[in-house]
């Protein structure tokens, strides 16, 4: 077995300010992806990565940027928080590229911006 | 793109009664991977169930879906809800094309079962 840690768990910024999001993943996976979690509107994708160094684009990916410097992790910073910007960041990592590989997920970061 | 539906944000049932989570797609790709995925409160999302075989239910842990191409339909099914099953459910669609491997998920019902 393997598990995702995803720091920090709470994260409280201020409006403009830059933040950044951390996970870490033991199982060894390529494939690991940032969601941001809203209530009434799923999981969205924001950066995916299919190995180190590499990046892929979401469909959020706007205001983001992510690093995959090393196989085992993968950043995500919001560029500049948005005032009231209240959401859930999930990462996740898989064996391989979509089709039928399951997504394994970490805890989550709780963002909060005053 | 492709694109994936849960009409039902929020589905509210009493204990032992049946429970039916609907779940649509829309995919140009004919190898579509469907998902279901169950986040409890206070725990990361996990994989409950998952299929690509048309017509073939897919059953785990009391759940099960079947995969119908037909209608591009994969609807979660229990025959008696239990407490326990109070979480949030996405349904999530994939496929094999090259260029598209990512996953699409659904808005998400939060199921909640009362005694």
């Known amino acids: 077995g393997g598990i995702i840690t995803q720091t920090p768990k709470f994260l409280i910024g201020q409006e403009g300010q830059k933040l950044t999001l951390k996970c870490q993943q033991n199982?060894?996976?390529?494939?690991m992806y940032w969601y941001r979690q809203d209530s009434g509107k799923g999981l969205r994708l924001i950066y995916y990565s299919i190995t180190e160094n590499d990046l892929q684009k979401g469909d959020l990916s706007e205001g983001y940027d992510a690093s995959r410097e090393k196989k085992s992790s993968f950043s995500l910073t919001v560029t500049s928080a948005q005032k009231n910007e209240m959401a859930v960041f999930l990462c996740?990592?898989?064996?391989?590229?979509?089709?039928?590989?399951?997504?394994?997920f970490g805890p989550g970061t709780r963002l909060t911006v005053l | 793109g492709d694109s994936v539906t849960q009409k039902e944000g929020l589905v509210t049932l009493t204990e032992g009664l049946p429970v039916m989570l609907n779940c649509t797609y829309q995919t140009i790709y004919s190898n579509a991977f469907l998902f279901w995925y169950v986040h409890y409160l206070n725990e990361s999302p996990r994989l409950l169930l998952k299929?690509?075989?048309?017509?073939k239910r897919t059953e785990h842990q009391g759940f099960h879906a079947t995969l119908h191409k037909s209608s591009s339909s994969f609807h979660l099914q229990k025959s008696s809800a239990q407490l326990s099953d109070s979480a949030l459910y996405y349904c999530?669609?994939?496929?094999?094309?090259?260029?598209?491997?990512?996953?699409?998920f659904g808005a998400g019902t939060k199921l909640t079962i009362k005694p």
């Open positions: 199982f060894n996976h390529d494939t």
């Open positions: 996740a990592s898989s064996p391989g590229l979509g089709g039928f590989y399951e997504q394994y």
């Open positions: 999530a669609l994939s496929d094999q094309t090259y260029g598209n491997e990512k996953i699409t």
């Open positions: 299929s690509s075989t048309d017509n």
